[in-house]
Structures are given as structure tokens and as C-alpha cells.
């Protein structure tokens, strides 16, 4: 079943039920190596499942859920190898959605749950976006219209002395340090733990992907849009704000009319799915400012971007 949250439309199974774990890394065809995010209801629902829910991970807790934080903590045994990969941590987080809290509520239920889309693909912030990728391979899709947030939910872990973000995201890192300070990114951090090296499988390079080939515009790379340009190809252009030079792309779309990083947030992957089913040649896709959400939205477009 598809649920809504704030962040994109996730595929959900009762992370105690490992057959319909099982059958969501089939729908999405997802590698048994990537774990899965458990969604909760409140936090008082953290100690069933880790081990260790420290006062750091719990002042997060109480700033930011509902929302979207995810925290990666010390799992307890009674979660599934195949939720967490078998990993010794487990991802956590409360979504910010009325339905699905209502749903984890009611049901008592801890739901894991990846973003609803085959995997690498991009991820959906509308029930039709679902419909549309996953349709014919799941019973449910609950409407809950579009994503407000827009942007996956930030990964924060916190096995280490030091926090360590493991995936930008719709809770910026700004506001995450003002509650328990300085966290390491990840390129300054040695990857390790999961297999293959990878501490955040979400860290695969080539994900969020478009099947149109994607460059990201930077001051540097300037010139090779320019370069593409001369080759008269069909390009479309992702613009963080209007205005610009536009008249030589086939397509245009404007992630955010007034300049605002949230805007730019929950317009992203509708505008890039849309340039995507416009027979384009190549995106060109604007670097966004690297701070607040827009760490989020240039780590997306990198990846988009990575063949
Ligand atoms: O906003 C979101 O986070 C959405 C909604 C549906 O909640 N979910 C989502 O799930 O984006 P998914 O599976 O597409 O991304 C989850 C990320 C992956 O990068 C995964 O590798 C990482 O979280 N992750 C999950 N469990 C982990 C763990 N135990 N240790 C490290 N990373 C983990
Ligand atoms: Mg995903």
C-alpha cells in the first residue's frame, strides 16, 4: 500500500510482517542491501525499537516530529534483518501527515516504508505520480493530495559520538544544529558499515534519476550548456526563479516563482518529471544555493544527474 506523508508518497508494510517486507523491495525492485525507514507514530514509540534513544536524539525528536527528520539509532533485535538490511541500526521517523498518523495510530503500527517509486527513479509527490510508476504492481494508493514538503526527509545518524548526516533533506542542517550542534557531513566522514562501504545506501550515487540525460548548471559549467546549445539540441531548463536567459529551451520549468527554497521544494520532482515526459534532448537544471533546503534539492539534482 502507498501512504502520503509530507516529504514524497511512500510504499508501506507492517515492518513485523517480513513477507510484505519482502514484497516491497520486489514492487520497487529495491536491493535487499538498501534498509528501509520504519514510520511511527510518536516518539513514544522509539523504545519498542532501538536501543538507544539518547537525550541528543530525543531533543530532535521533540523539535522535529511529526516531520521530516529520520534518526538512525541502535536497532533493538525485534526489528527485522530485512527492514535494516542487516544493519545493527534502524531508521526512524514520525511523518507529518494526517492520514498516516492516523493510520500508524489506529493500526498500531510501525510501518517501513522507501519512497514509492522504482528504485533510482524519481520520487513521487502525488497519488497519480504513484499510479502512474507503480499502478499495476500494488492494491492501494491512499490519497493524501500532493506532498507539502516536497523533498525526502533528512537522515540523521546517531551511533557516534558526533552526528552524522547521512542524507539531506527536508529538515535543514541549519536548524538541526541549532538544537545539538555541529554535525559531520558526509564527505568528511569514512563510509562504512553497510556492504559495499556504503553508510546510507541512499548514497548511491546515480538515484532520483530522470531517463533524460541531466546536467547541473553552475557558474563553472556554464559553458557546457552553452556548448549544448550550439548543438541545437531539444533542451529544457529547471530554473530555481523566473527570468533569465529562456528563449532557447524547448520547455521551461520554474521551481519557484519567488525565489523561496520552500516553493522550490515541493515543486521540485513534479517539474522534473514533467520536463522528463517532454521529449527533450537534455535537461539543464540550475544549481540551487547550498544552504537550507537547497543542500537538499542540489544533492537530488547531483545524483540526477550522475550516469
Ligand atoms: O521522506 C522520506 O524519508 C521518505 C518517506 C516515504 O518517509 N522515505 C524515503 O525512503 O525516502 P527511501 O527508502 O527512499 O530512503 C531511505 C534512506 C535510504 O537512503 C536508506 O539507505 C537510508 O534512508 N536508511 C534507511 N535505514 C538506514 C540505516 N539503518 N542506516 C543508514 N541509512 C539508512
Ligand atoms: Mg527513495
Same mark, same amino acid.
Given at each position: 500500500?502507498?501512504?502520503?506523508?509530507?516529504?514524497?508518497?511512500?510504499?508501506?508494510?507492517?515492518?513485523?510482517?517480513?513477507?510484505?517486507?519482502?514484497?516491497?523491495?520486489?514492487?520497487?525492485?529495491?536491493?535487499?542491501?538498501?534498509?528501509?525507514?520504519?514510520?511511527?507514530?510518536?516518539?513514544?514509540?522509539?523504545?519498542?525499537?532501538?536501543?538507544?534513544f539518547?537525550?541528543?536524539?530525543?531533543? %530532535?525528536?521533540?523539535?522535529?516530529?511529526? @516531520?521530516?527528520?529520520?534518526?538512525?539509532?541502535?536497532?533493538?533485535?525485534?526489528?527485522?534483518?530485512?527492514?535494516t538490511?542487516?544493519?545493527? &541500526?534502524?531508521?526512524?521517523?514520525?511523518?507529518?501527515?494526517?492520514?498516516?498518523?492516523?493510520?500508524?495510530?489506529?493500526?498500531?503500527?510501525? %510501518?517501513?516504508?522507501?519512497?514509492?517509486?522504482?528504485?533510482?527513479?524519481?520520487?513521487? &509527490?502525488?497519488?497519480?505520480?504513484?499510479?502512474?510508476?507503480?499502478?499495476d504492481?500494488?492494491?492501494?494508493?491512499?490519497?493524501?493530495?500532493?506532498?507539502?514538503?516536497?523533498?525526502e526527509?533528512?537522515?540523521?545518524?546517531?551511533?557516534?559520538?558526533?552526528?552524522?548526516?547521512?542524507?539531506?533533506?527536508?529538515?535543514?542542517?541549519?536548524?538541526?544544529?541549532?538544537?545539538?550542534?555541529?554535525?559531520?557531513?558526509?564527505? &568528511?566522514?569514512?563510509?562504512?558499515?553497510?556492504?559495499?562501504?556504503?553508510?546510507?545506501?541512499?548514497?548511491?550515487?546515480?538515484?532520483?534519476?530522470?531517463? &533524460?540525460?541531466?546536467?547541473?548548471?553552475?557558474?563553472?559549467?556554464?559553458?557546457?550548456?552553452?556548448?549544448?546549445? @550550439?548543438?541545437?539540441k531539444?533542451?529544457?531548463?529547471?530554473?530555481?526563479?523566473?527570468?533569465?536567459?529562456?528563449?532557447?529551451?524547448?520547455?521551461?520549468?520554474?521551481l519557484?516563482?519567488?525565489?523561496?527554497?520552500?516553493?522550490?521544494?515541493?515543486?521540485?520532482?513534479?517539474? %522534473?518529471?514533467?520536463?522528463?515526459?517532454?521529449?527533450?534532448? %537534455?535537461?539543464?537544471?540550475?544549481?540551487?544555493?547550498?544552504?537550507g533546503l @537547497?543542500?537538499a534539492?542540489?544533492?537530488?539534482?547531483?545524483?540526477?544527474?550522475?550516469?
Amino acid at each position: 500500500m502507498a501512504f502520503p506523508t509530507e516529504t514524497v508518497y511512500g510504499l508501506g508494510a507492517d515492518a513485523f510482517n517480513e513477507r510484505a517486507v519482502a514484497r516491497v523491495f520486489e514492487v520497487k525492485n529495491r536491493p535487499r542491501f538498501d534498509p528501509l525507514i520504519v514510520h511511527i507514530a510518536d516518539a513514544g514509540s522509539v523504545e519498542r525499537l532501538a536501543a538507544d534513544f539518547s537525550a541528543g536524539a530525543q531533543r %530532535l525528536a521533540a523539535r522535529f516530529w511529526p @516531520g521530516p527528520l529520520t534518526l538512525v539509532l541502535t536497532k533493538k533485535p525485534i526489528v527485522p534483518d530485512l527492514v535494516t538490511a542487516g544493519c545493527s &541500526t534502524v531508521a526512524l521517523r514520525v511523518p507529518d501527515h494526517p492520514l498516516t498518523l492516523e493510520l500508524l495510530r489506529a493500526a498500531g503500527l510501525a %510501518l517501513a516504508g522507501p519512497s514509492a517509486n522504482p528504485f533510482g527513479c524519481i520520487s513521487p &509527490t502525488t497519488a497519480a505520480h504513484v499510479r502512474e510508476q507503480l499502478g499495476d504492481r500494488i492494491d492501494m494508493v491512499l490519497d493524501g493530495g500532493p506532498c507539502r514538503v516536497g523533498v525526502e526527509s533528512t537522515v540523521l545518524q546517531l551511533t557516534d559520538e558526533r552526528p552524522i548526516l547521512l542524507r539531506p533533506g527536508g529538515t535543514t542542517l541549519e536548524e538541526i544544529e541549532q538544537v545539538i550542534g555541529s554535525v559531520s557531513l558526509p564527505t &568528511t566522514t569514512a563510509v562504512r558499515e553497510a556492504p559495499g562501504g556504503m553508510a546510507s545506501p541512499g548514497m548511491l550515487s546515480r538515484h532520483y534519476a530522470p531517463r &533524460t540525460p541531466l546536467i547541473v548548471r553552475t557558474p563553472e559549467t556554464g559553458s557546457i550548456a552553452e556548448n549544448a546549445l @550550439g548543438k541545437e539540441k531539444r533542451l529544457g531548463l529547471l530554473a530555481f526563479r523566473p527570468g533569465g536567459d529562456v528563449a532557447q529551451f524547448a520547455r521551461v520549468e520554474v521551481l519557484s516563482p519567488g525565489g523561496d527554497l520552500r516553493e522550490a521544494a515541493a515543486n521540485f520532482f513534479a517539474a %522534473l518529471r514533467r520536463l522528463d515526459a517532454a521529449g527533450l534532448e %537534455l535537461i539543464v537544471a540550475d544549481q540551487l544555493p547550498e544552504s537550507g533546503l @537547497g543542500r537538499a534539492l542540489n544533492d537530488r539534482l547531483r545524483r540526477a544527474a550522475h550516469s
